[in-house]
């Protein structure tokens, strides 16, 4: 019998992601991508919270995060005609409040490091495999891709991002086949990236609010990265790929709106340098597992990226499964051989459910009521939003009362000591991983998982 292996299903930000945690635990796994190469180009930002920058230093990627990812320390709300109405040091407080800072890397840029990290990238990262069957037994697992490959494993991973084909597979042997309409979308997002126009301010994160939009624009050390958020006359569950004139109808009606006090859309519009427009879809469907399969990433938890969530949560998701799994198979004792059957399996998937959903969906609650009170939704956000926020500080407030408790809620791999622990006032649920209180450790020793920076 082959050894135990998981298959993950798409090489985006959280299957790499998972990947990476797999190896840590000397899993063996695949990823299947059904893309020709990775773009470094494309993406606008993707920023990690201090809870996720943990498992970086966990998976020793920190220091190479280092050297791409841009520092933030303030935000400046304006109106749409450019006028400033409130700064406040909201991301340096991140740092204060949590040891560890906010980190805002190019998406391209941040994918790339992933890939090229990745243990056993050559045997393991495969590009060009559309998936498009999954056949389960009870003893294993058949993942069939467009040019009629075919790959053998224990367990499938769905990393396949919020039109997730591992989902809808899933859904159609379940009794749900109606939840795969569980993404729906009230706004959609035209982003991308500009060149660093002379008047942007480093470490400025600028976000303008009105009625039925917001803009963001985060100043990166080599590109600003822009996105504007536009209220859709009523939510839909439909698909839909934006033409280049949809595109250009909508550049035309926020030409003048502006990201910062010097710079309007068509500005920025002018100096950009890579773009996309599409729905930003929102949903956590009820179905997470199905037999041998499980969902990860977008796939299971989507959430507009307003608050920087997105990604974030996906990495906790991982986290969890891996330390999941390897408790499962240190237990079974099975790993070698690669026998464990789909009710053990499933035993793993329903606790991982059951720590994940319920923080996942905090973070889907407060990314969607952020991005609607910024966007003016109603009179009440509209006032709270332009008069309060600013007078009490509301930003930080917001930081320590909100979103602190879903950052210190974070997980860490229980088997991989930190090596740059950091903590402030707002301490993490999980204390510090050292050595010789990691899961399965002996005398201060690490079984089964590698503790160096230098993977
Ligand atoms: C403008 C913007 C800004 C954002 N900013 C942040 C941020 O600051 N912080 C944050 O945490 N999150 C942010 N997010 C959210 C974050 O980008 C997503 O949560 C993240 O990309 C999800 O990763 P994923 O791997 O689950 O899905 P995806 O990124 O969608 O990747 C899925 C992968 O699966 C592949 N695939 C699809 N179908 C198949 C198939 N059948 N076979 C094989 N491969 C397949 C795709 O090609 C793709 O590579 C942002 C999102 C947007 C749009």
């Known amino acids: 019998m082959p050894p135990f292996k998981v298959i993950i299903v798409g090489g985006g930000p959280a299957g790499l992601i998972a990947g990476h945690c797999l190896a840590k635990a000397d899993i063996d796994f695949v990823i299947l991508e059904r893309r020709a190469s990775h773009d470094p180009l494309a993406g606008g930002s993707n920023a990690l919270w201090p809870q996720s920058v943990r498992v970086f230093d966990q998976l020793g990627l920190l220091e190479e995060a280092r050297k791409i990812y ?238 920087g969530f997105g990604f974030n949560n996906g990495i906790m998701s991982a986290v969890a499964l891996t330390n999941g799994l390897r408790k499962l198979l240190l237990v079974t004792n099975k790993k070698d051989e690669g026998i464990i059957s789909t009710q053990a399996l499933q035993g793993v998937f329903a606790d991982w459910e059951r720590l994940r959903k319920p923080q996942a969906k905090k973070a889907v609650e407060l990314s969607a009521l952020y991005s609607r009170v910024v966007a003016w939704d109603n009179l009440f956000y509209r006032v709270v939003d332009r008069y309060i926020t600013p007078r009490l500080d509301g930003d930080v407030l917001l930081l320590k009362t909100l979103t602190s408790p879903l950052v210190q809620e974070g997980l860490v791999l229980d088997f991989v000591a930190e090596t740059h622990f950091k903590e402030g006032p707002k301490r993490w649920k999980i204390p510090e991983m050292k050595l010789a209180t990691v899961a399965g450790s002996t005398d201060g020793e690490v079984k089964d998982g590698a503790v160096s920076d230098s993977q």
């Not at 304006?78 to 949590?98: C, M, N, P, R, W």
């Not at 041998?292 to 959430?303: I, N, P, Q, S």
């Open 70 to 307: 841009s520092p933030v320390n303030h935000k400046l709300s304006l109106t749409g005609d450019g006028t400033a109405y409130y700064k406040s040091d909201l991301f340096a407080q991140i740092e204060v409040l949590h040891g560890h800072p906010f980190t805002m890397f190019h998406r391209g840029e941040l994918i790339a490091m992933l890939e090229r990290r990745l243990p056993g990238r050559a045997e393991r990262f495969h590009t060009d495999k559309q998936v498009t069957a999954i056949e389960t037994d009870e003893s294993g697992v058949c993942v069939v891709c467009a040019d009629g490959s075919r790959f053998e494993g224990s367990m499938v991973i769905g990393a396949d991002g919020v039109h997730s084909t591992v989902r809808q597979m899933m859904l159609e042997k379940s009794s749900n086949k109606s939840e795969d309409n569980a993404m729906e979308t009230t706004y959609v997002g035209l982003y991308g990236t500009c060149s660093p126009l002379p008047k942007l301010e480093p470490g400025t994160f600028y976000e303008t609010h009105g009625s039925g939009y917001s803009l963001q624009l985060g100043v990166g050390q080599t590109c600003g990265y822009f996105l504007l958020y536009h209220r859709l006359p009523r939510p839909t569950r439909a698909r839909h790929q934006f033409t280049r004139d949809e595109i250009e109808a909508m550049v035309d009606k926020y030409a003048d709106i502006h990201f910062t006090p010097d710079y309007s859309m068509r500005d920025v519009w002018e100096a950009k340098r890579w773009h996309h427009m599409a729905h930003i879809e929102e949903g956590l469907p009820k179905t997470w597992y199905g037999e041998r399969v499980v969902l990860l990433g977008d796939a299971v938890h989507k959430m507009t990226p307003n608050v």
